[in-house]
């Protein structure tokens, strides 16, 4: 739930015997995924970064995903498909040795073939002809298993790599348009978004 993150946050320091003040790096997912909640876990961010001047690294929501796909097993090369919509989801592809993706795009059914992975990383979403072209092929379908001590493992290393974003520019990954915006612009073709 979006309105308890501050208050378990809170409740973290609390427990820890910690303070804001006590950060030194913020890590925090970037997406692709849901609008608000990026919005919402991004703002939190920055507000932590500017209030309290940690470092603060953005971390694609789709990378930390397959390092943690893979340290459950999963085949090196594998796709992560998350803010579906309609017949289309956004496919992160990471080849095998990559940690970094090496295709990322929407896709639909008859895409997935050429992605040419062994396995995807999708949660409940996933179109039903993704998902059912997915088992045609043989994919293998795993449950994407989110980590925040895998967003902060993978932030520490992009931070020791000089990779600390400014506060300014952290921004959430969306795959497509927001919704109103399409809304705006069907509704009012000769007005500018």
Do not use: N
Request: with cysteine.
């Amino acid at each position: 739930r979006e309105d308890d993150l501050m208050p378990a946050i809170d409740r973290l320091f609390r427990r820890l015997g910690r303070s804001p003040a006590d950060l030194g790096l913020i890590a925090v997912s970037t997406g692709p995924g849901g609008f608000t909640a990026l919005r919402v876990c991004i703002t939190v961010a920055k507000a932590l970064a500017f209030a309290t001047q940690a470092r603060c690294v953005g971390v694609p929501t789709a990378r930390a995903l397959a390092a943690a796909a893979r340290r459950e097993g999963a085949t090196p090369d594998l796709a992560v498909l998350l803010a579906s919509k309609g017949h289309s989801s956004h496919a992160s592809v990471f080849d095998a040795g990559a940690d970094q993706p090496t295709t990322q795009r929407l896709i639909e059914a008859p895409d997935l073939a050429a992605l040419d992975v062994r396995t995807i990383i999708a949660d409940q979403f996933l179109p039903a002809a993704i998902h059912a072209e997915a088992q045609r092929l043989g994919l293998a379908i795993r449950p994407p298993h989110f980590s925040a001590a895998t967003v902060l493992e993978l932030g520490e290393a992009l931070a020791g790599a000089g990779a600390a974003t400014p506060i300014d520019d952290l921004a959430p990954l969306y795959p497509r348009e927001p919704e109103a915006v399409t809304k705006w612009r069907q509704l009012h073709p000769d007005r500018p978004a």
